[in-house]
């Protein structure tokens, strides 16, 4: 009997600390100056230049990308403001994230 509580107990430790694998990479961005934070398009790329994944930022210049696998991801944004052109240029952002990690990243675009 003390045999099968002591396996019980331990498959529930090993079960509600096991990790699910997923990081997170979230951020805020913006232009001209701070007055432009909402509609911005961001770009996640893998470490291979492949999209992985976009999104548009919120009325707060928030975004998220979530359920990452562990490894090197480039985060790069644009938004178009009265037919000028803002990003962040031919060198977007480098975030490496493992595991449960999130990461928080700040975008600042500038006029092309």
């Known amino acids: 009997m003390k045999r099968i ?23 805020n961005a913006s232009a001209d100056g701070g007055n432009v934070v909402s509609g911005i398009t961001v770009k996640l790329y893998n470490e291979s230049a492949s999209l992985v994944e976009s999104t548009t930022t919120s009325s707060e210049g ?6 990452l696998e562990a490894g090197n991801y480039y985060v790069g944004a644009t938004v ?7 990003d962040t240029g031919n060198t977007p952002q480098l975030v490496y994230v493992s595991d449960e990690i ?9 006029q092309k």
Not at 80 to 86: A, C, E, Q, R, S
Not at 102 to 110: F, I, S
């Open 5 to 27: 509580l002591l396996l019980v107990f331990s498959l529930t430790i090993f079960i509600s600390c096991s990790k699910d694998d997923s990081a997170s990479i979230i951020g």
């Open 62 to 67: 928030d975004f998220s990308f979530t359920g």
């Open 102 to 110: 999130v990461k928080e990243v700040a975008l600042t675009l500038n």
């Open 80 to 86: 178009t403001i009265d037919g000028n052109v803002w």
